[in-house]
């Protein structure tokens, strides 16, 4: 069983910066996808990011492009998101979530129904 915990969530006024952490124990980290969710009340969970096990191939989604990055450290078996230049829209609950079925498919995937673990999820405020 794998447990993720993000953390760095808050608030921060339009234009600002924010580093979200999730920090994952149990199962075998490096081997997974991990990726970036977020969900507003009354929305769908949408996807933010993800990255390879090895870091080599992340992908955004285009409202976030250019301006988040995704990163880990399989050393420490945690995936941060750097947020800047945030924006209003961007207030939501902050979801990490790991794929362990990417090790054999090697998928990297936008979909939520492929993550198997969530973390609790971490607020973020972005004020205008």
């Known amino acids: 069983q794998v447990q993720l915990v993000e953390s760095g969530g808050g608030l921060v006024q339009a234009g600002g910066s924010l580093r979200l952490s999730c920090r994952a124990s149990?199962?075998?980290?490096?081997?997974?996808?991990m990726g970036w969710f977020r969900q507003v009340p009354g929305k769908e969970r949408e996807f933010v990011s993800a990255?390879?096990?090895?870091?080599?191939?992340?992908d955004y989604a285009d409202s976030v492009k250019g301006r988040f990055t995704i990163s880990r450290d399989n050393a420490v078996n945690t995936v941060s998101l750097q947020m800047n230049s945030l924006k209003p829209e961007g207030t939501a609950v902050y979801y990490c979530?790991?794929?362990?079925?990417?090790?054999?498919?090697?998928?990297?995937?936008?979909?939520?129904?492929?993550?198997?673990?969530w973390g609790q999820g971490t607020q973020v405020t972005v004020s205008s």
């Open positions: 149990g199962g075998t980290f490096s081997r997974y996808v």
């Open positions: 990255i390879s096990w090895n870091g080599g191939r992340p």
């Open positions: 979530a790991a794929d362990p079925g990417s090790w054999q498919t090697g998928r990297l995937s936008r979909d939520k129904s492929l993550y198997d673990y």
